[in-house]
Nanobody, 123 residues
């Protein structure tokens, strides 16, 4: 029973903030890299950010670096994506994912995926 459940999506005006949460089972979460991906209508799924199981190392896409810090709370089996200074082009379905490998943005390295949460940024 391995599950990832996202929450925190919604509608926000440009310039606003949202915090996405992903609650994971311990079997998936422990010693797994946790990542966030997004997919806009008509576009390919793209990497956003990921964090090592220890929480000590992070890797960001250029679009997210300095704007969307990722963090994790292992005691709560939860990973977060704090989205600040949101832009209309950030509108997408955001997915949480878990990988047994190290840091990286290749979606094929991630074995487990959440159902996704919609983020819509209005202008």
């Amino acid at each position: 029973q391995v599950q990832l459940v996202e929450s925190g999506g919604g509608l926000v005006q440009a310039g606003g903030s949202l915090r996405l949460s992903c609650a994971a089972s311990g079997r998936t979460f422990m010693r797994h890299t946790m990542g966030w991906f997004r997919q806009a209508p008509g576009k390919e799924r793209e990497f956003v950010a990921c964090i090592l199981w220890s929480g000590g190392s992070r890797y960001y896409a250029d679009s997210a670096k300095g704007r969307f810090p990722i963090s994790r709370d292992n005691a709560k089996n939860t990973v977060y994506l704090q989205m600040n200074s949101l832009k209309p082009e950030d509108t997408a379905v955001y997915y949480c994912a878990a990988s047994p490998l190290g840091l990286g943005g290749n979606s094929r390295a991630y074995d487990y995926w959440g159902q996704g949460t919609q983020v819509t940024v209005s202008s």
